[in-house]
């Protein structure tokens, strides 16, 4: 499992690209925020680089979390710099004739700060003069508000630059299903593991997400096609539309006059997901494909390629190099996979036939399954065919885990017979089976405490194994949870406070939508309400309908001219910080902030019926 003999590892390549150009580092290299609290850490690695890979890590991923925990200000070609190493992501800051545009700017305003001070400390003082979001997921535009202000941004001092359907997509996967992602978040990222080489080494796209304050500012300008170009403060910017590539909404685009192609997450220095394993839609692996192929069309002069993680490619043979090999992979997977499944295979048999890329693929670097696999590519690029459904009628309906634990347990005769078949896979080397089996015996009894060590100990030997920094912190954080539920320190946890940044970003009518995710349908469905909301500083009027379990918003009155049981007047910001946590209703309607009108229990009865979304629901255990 750790033999990977097909790698030069005397190619010192990307060790000389990572330091390239350094010109400052942040040393400290620790970013806290206003109350003290610790943000970012990126000295918490040190370990990467004194000591020599131990048995408990995969030496490959050993080596990619050495190159990632590189920081500080670097110079890419005159006129363009990033800063990395202060969050998962990279933020790139391109130089105009007054001021600087700045792209990504990181997942929190702090860590987004820092880095834009970095870089004004060596290259002195200059106004932002626009935001470039190059794609809808978080560590690409949450600190936007330690770059920029929305002041700035009204007054037209500052471009906030954004492929098509950014909003859309950046609301329906962080607010939506936002809660359960956070959740499996825990385990992709090993968030709540320790660092070190018997726990969390990063997880090869990056170290860590930074844990700062999230914000938000709407577009104010986007891109819609191919070949649209801006000039921004003198820079001249050609952009390359990719949906549905890594992100639902997402863009490439060229700087023709520093041949520097910057290509967003489409190319990264590791292999990416066509699903990521703490959910969302999943990706098109042949659209993916198809526009790096456009992009090597497009931009075939670039000298230097750089992305939103890892660090540059510099020659244009080594350019067109990487976006091909990465380009052959995700076409690979997609290929491959679609040819199988028509010869009958299910998603996992595919997985079992396709475990390595051929020839040159298994020899490069910049595929190896560090953040996305393989494995659970292939199991995605099935899904977005075919659905969770592999077509044998015994896997139609079949029982949740919990009851088909049960019946497993009691057909092989009993927990304790279990645990001891589970023992000789283990011993014998089949961890996966051994997991298997002791999981059902978990989800059967949950404290059975054999079983419940036993798993910790698979969970571990297969985290220790892995290339995958993903797949490794999955196993571990596993191990954990179950180590603490055996301690008595298992924990359901209360829901966390939203960013009022976040939502004050967000259109009036997606603040309601995200509402109707919320609502409890079986409980709703012994009501109709309907309730007017009159926002006075924008002058916009929403209804809310609640009926047959269903939350409705419609802007304006509702239709046939009901009349509402209850109207209220407010600000938008008020609404936002009802939302956050930072004040309720109740005291809202007190200190006048919202005046009423009707019947005032109907707001009881509404916001009674919205669920709040649990944060740490159990994964190792049901």
């Known amino acids: 499992m750790l033999s990977t003999p097909e790698l030069d590892w005397d190619d010192t390549t990307d060790q000389v690209n990572a330091t390239r150009g350094l010109i400052d580092k942040l040393e400290p290299c620790v970013v806290h925020n206003e109350a003290g609290r610790v943000v970012w850490d990126n000295d918490r690695w040190d370990f990467l680089n004194k000591d020599e890979c131990p048995a408990t890590v995969h030496p490959s991923l050993w080596r990619q979390s050495r190159l990632n925990t590189v920081q500080g200000l670097f110079e890419v070609v005159p006129g363009i710099y990033q800063v990395r190493g202060l969050d998962v992501s990279n933020m790139t800051i391109i130089e105009g004739e007054t001021g600087v545009v700045v792209v990504d700017p990181l997942t929190s305003r702090e860590v987004a700060a820092e880095a834009l001070g970095l870089y004004t400390r060596n290259r002195g003082e200059r106004p932002v003069k626009a935001v470039i979001y190059t794609h809808s997921h978080g560590d690409h535009f949450g600190g936007v508000l330690g770059v920029t202000t929305n002041e700035a941004v009204a007054a037209g001092d500052c471009l906030v630059i954004a492929p098509d359907e950014f909003m859309h997509h950046a609301v329906s996967e962080n607010i939506f299903a936002g809660p359960a992602m956070m959740r499996r978040a825990v385990y992709m990222y090993g968030r709540s593991l320790p660092v070190g080489a018997e726990a969390s080494v990063g997880f090869g796209l990056g170290q860590a997400l930074s844990t700062g304050t999230v914000g938000l500012i709407a577009p104010t300008d986007t891109v819609t096609g191919t070949g649209q170009e801006f000039v921004v403060d003198g820079v001249r910017l050609f952009f390359q539309l990719t949906p549905d590539t890594e992100a639902p909404s997402e ?372």
């Open 251 to 622: 863009m490439n685009f060229y700087l023709p006059d520093h041949r520097v192609l910057l290509i967003a997450e489409n190319v990264n220095h590791s292999l990416h997901n066509v699903l990521t394993l703490r959910g969302a839609q999943v990706r098109d692996a042949h659209a993916w494909a198809s526009y790096i192929t456009e992009s090597i069309r497009l931009f075939d002069r670039a000298e230097v390629l750089i992305g939103s993680h890892n660090w540059p490619t510099w020659g244009n043979d080594e350019v067109m190099r990487m976006l091909a090999e990465q380009r052959d992979a995700y076409a690979y997977i997609h290929d491959q996979t679609v040819r199988l499944m028509n010869q009958g295979l299910t998603g996992p048999e595919i997985a079992e036939e396709i475990q390595s890329f051929p020839g040159q693929l298994a020899r490069a670097w910049s595929v190896r399954g560090y953040y996305g696999s393989i494995s659970h590519n292939v199991k995605a690029v099935y899904q977005r065919y075919m659905g969770w459904y592999d077509g044998n009628p015994a896997h139609l309906w079949q029982h949740p885990p919990v009851e088909q634990a049960k019946r497993y347990v009691a057909a092989i005769g009993g927990a304790e017979a279990t645990v001891a078949t589970a023992r000789e896979a283990f011993e014998a080397g089949d961890l996966r089976w051994a997991a298997e089996l002791l999981n059902h015996v978990l989800f059967a009894e949950p404290e059975h405490l054999s079983a419940r060590e036993l798993q910790i100990a698979s969970y571990e030997r297969l985290g220790f194994a892995q290339e995958n920094g993903t797949w490794r912190n999955i196993y571990l954080t596993g191990a954990k949870e179950l180590r603490e539920a055996g301690q008595g320190t298992r924990r359901t946890g209360a829901p966390g406070k939203e960013s009022v940044e976040m939502l004050a970003a967000l259109a009036t009518g997606q603040i309601f939508e995200s509402m109707a995710v919320r609502l409890d349908g079986p409980r709703a469905a012994a009501h109709r309400l309907l309730l007017r909301w009159e926002f006075t500083d924008t002058d916009e009027v929403f209804t809310l309908l609640v009926g047959n379990g269903v939350l409705t918003p419609m802007k304006g009155d509702a239709p046939g001219g009901e009349a509402p049981q209850l109207t209220l007047r407010l600000e938008r910001a008020v609404l936002n910080m009802v939302l956050a946590q930072r004040t309720t209703f109740t005291e809202a309607i007190g200190s006048g902030a919202i005046t009423v009108e009707g019947d005032v229990t109907v707001l009881a009865t509404f916001h009674g019926l919205l669920e709040k979304p649990a944060r740490n629901f159990p994964i190792a255990l049901p």
